[in-house]
């Protein structure tokens, strides 16, 4: 079992920036692939990065490439996603996820564990 804890979300401006943390305990955490997901209302989830844990490679949907950057801590147990040129449209709620595979991540039923997620918003 893994279990994850996101913070960082809050309110913030169109153009800022914001860092959200996941944080893992239970198992080595090196050892899985963690990805960020996001779901507005009414939408359905949507990928937003990854960083595979065989190489450290990360991939990145296109509504956020350029803007966000995912790395992880090994040491600390802890994935990040920085997001920065936050835009009103990336407004949504922010899920950390593990999974044991070793694939690339984008795909929500590769991951077996979940945060409960963060929420982000974007003013104008």
């Known amino acids: 079992q893994v279990r994850l804890v996101e913070s960082g979300g809050g309110l913030v401006q169109a153009g800022g920036s914001l860092r959200l943390s996941c944080a893992a305990s239970g198992r080595t955490f090196s050892g899985y692939t963690m990805g960020w997901f996001r779901q507005a209302p009414g939408k359905e989830r949507e990928f937003v990065a990854s960083?595979?844990?065989?190489?450290?490679?990360?991939f990145y949907g296109d509504s956020v490439k350029g803007r966000f950057t995912i790395f992880r801590d090994n040491a600390k147990n802890t994935v990040y996603l920085q997001m920065n040129s936050l835009k009103r449209e990336d407004t949504a709620v922010y899920y950390c996820a593990a999974s044991a595979l070793g694939w690339v991540g984008i795909s929500a039923r590769e991951y077996a564990y979940w945060g409960q997620g963060t929420q982000v918003t974007v003013s104008s």
């Open positions: 960083v595979r844990r065989s190489d450290g490679n990360t």
